[in-house]
């Protein structure tokens, strides 16, 4: 059964410091993995897609990494901001017939003064 | 472009009701997407669109959800009749293509089902 597991669930760090949050999926036949993140009340914004080649994507502060051999991923924010805490999901899809999504449960990073 | 805008924001209903929730996709996007989001399931899709034609409705989670894309810029989301545990965040997306391209999220309809 494709799942995706997302660690840890909730997460609550200093501004300015650095975290990493953790996506391990089981989806097979791997296609891409996305990083959204989700402001409260607000709908999911795209971060990332990494394909089965790509080891390492940034977007500014935010850099994921994907190990498709440990089917790992993890998504780094830098120098943490007041405007970073949000929700962050991680998607995986599956490359057979149609447009398989499975999703994280996501992690809920507050950042703190 | 204004994005993908979704309306009502918020919805109440009593059960039994019929509930609809209307989307309009960024002009140009092939694919169009409804999703659901709850605390404990997390996002779930329901159904995707392209160039209007349903193409999975695996998510649908009964009879009692319907969806219809009957032009590019329009889809609905119907649930009749609507019972207290569709009450969630209903978000719809599009994007140009599928597989890699990027989905592009509306604001979403909070509906409580009382």
């Known amino acids: 059964k494709n799942q995706v597991e997302q660690s840890p669930q909730s997460l609550i760090i200093l501004e300015g410091k650095n975290c990493t949050l953790q996506c391990n999926y089981t989806v097979s036949p791997f296609s891409n993995l996305r990083w959204y993140k989700q402001d409260t009340g607000r709908g999911p914004v795209s971060l990332t897609i990494m394909t089965f080649s790509e080891n390492t994507k940034s977007n500014g502060r935010y850099t994921a990494t994907l190990d498709a051999d440990t089917k790992q991923s993890s998504l780094h924010i830098t120098a943490s901001q007041l405007s970073d805490s949000a929700s962050y999901i991680c998607?995986?899809?599956?490359?057979?017939?149609?447009?398989?999504?499975?999703f994280g449960k996501g992690t809920s990073l507050l950042v703190t003064p | 472009d204004a994005g993908v805008i979704q309306s009502p924001r918020h919805e109440v209903t009593e059960m039994g009701q019929e509930v609809t929730l209307r989307c309009k996709p960024i002009?140009?996007?092939?694919?169009l997407f409804w999703y659901r989001q709850t605390m404990m399931r997390g996002l779930e899709l329901l159904i995707y669109?392209?160039?209007?034609?349903?193409?999975?409705d695996s998510g649908m989670p009964e009879d009692r959800f319907s969806a219809k894309m009957p032009n590019a810029s329009f889809s609905t989301l119907k649930i009749q009749p609507s019972e207290p545990r569709d009450s969630a965040v209903y978000f719809c997306a599009s994007s140009l293509g599928w597989g890699g391209d990027e989905q592009y999220f509306g604001p979403g309809t909070r509906l409580t089902v009382t």
């Open positions: 669109f392209n160039n209007n034609v349903p193409i999975d």
């Open positions: 998607v995986v899809s599956a490359s057979n017939s149609g447009y398989a999504l499975n």
């Open positions: 002009s140009g996007h092939d694919y």
